[in-house]
């Protein structure tokens, strides 16, 4: 059984010396390296991360009929964080702040009926940031020298407290 060890350990000898004589350190370095950044490149490619396998379309749910989503059609100009997810609603300021003085307004089209509704947007004041649910909506946004039009105010300063928590939004009438 000696004999045999021995001989698979010349045969990996020979072998292993004939492939350092052809190929050097830096090459096993150099191939080592591109292993290693091919690696680290590979999550980087394209690929379809829409989940619409082999041309599947997967149905996408209508969100402008849900209040606490950024979709919601009465959210057409809304800039700032839904009060129905800081402890208001949609048309209510939550406790222990109150609606601003002042607010700006858009006009939103309803798709259940078709129609355009004049929506007020009144920033609630007196407490910090609710910091829930973002939502940035600048369709028909005007430049700010119009301000009536303009969502990027702090719609607080007229308030005895200038701190911005949450928006509702408010139908006013329709267009």
Known sequence: MRWFLDLIDKHTERTLRRVAHQHGRR???SRLGVALVGTAVLPMLPFDRSGQFMGA???KPDLSDDPVKCEYWRYCAF???LCSCCGGSLTQC???TEASKVSWVGTCLNPKDGRHYLVSYNDCCGKTSCGECLCNN???ERPGYRLGVHNDINWCMA???PMFHCTTSIIVGVA
């Open 27 to 29: 090459s096993l370095l």
């Open 57 to 59: 379309q997967a149905a």
């Open 79 to 81: 800039d700032g964080y």
């Open 94 to 96: 939550p406790p222990g």
């Open 138 to 140: 600048n369709e028909r």
């Open 159 to 161: 308030n005895t407290s």
